[in-house]
């Protein structure tokens, strides 16, 4: 019997250890992650929805000058684009190619693309988003390995125009 109650009293010391060791005090406590703000999520970016005439409104956070100006049409029907711009000349350029839409594994719309005539393809991939009611396109260059996330050194939006403006040479 005394046996017994030796083994009873260490039994009651050690949980009486553990039940103070297991306790948390307030200087111990992590603090609770902040809860990231609802967003509304935009339209998904498909070959329907990116379908049209679209006007780069800001690059990099800064508008572009009434003298800089890029206009890009989808088309959804061949999955094609024409794109006007100025950025890399005094005149207006036309180029012309395909692109593709897919998701990745985080499911992010990655919008890729060549140019015709052998030019090859755009030298990156984009992250595409939309806001909710289709107006604005938000590009974020992809980093050199998607797998890491995106490049912020450039990022795009573009506006939905109802069509591109007719240039004279």
Partial sequence: ????????????????????????????????????????????????????????????????????VLYIEFKQKDHSFEMWDNLNSMYM?????????????????????WYDYGAGDWSSEYSVSMDAEGDYMYWV?????????EDDSDKMVFKKIDNIPAFNY
């Fill in 141 to 149: 260059r992809m980093a050199n390995d998607n797998l890491i996330g």
């Fill in 93 to 113: 350029v036309q180029t012309t190619g395909g692109f593709a839409i897919k998701s990745d594994y985080s499911n992010r719309y990655i919008l890729s693309g």
């Fill in 1 to 68: 019997m005394r046996l017994f109650r030796e083994l009873l009293g260490i039994a009651m010391v050690a949980l009486a250890i553990l039940a103070t060791g297991c306790h948390k005090s307030e200087d111990n406590k992590q603090p609770k992650p902040t809860p990231k703000p609802e967003v509304e999520p935009g339209i998904a970016v498909t070959y329907n929805s990116i379908n049209g005439a679209w006007q780069l409104y800001t690059w990099n956070d800064k508008e572009l000058t009434e003298d800089t």
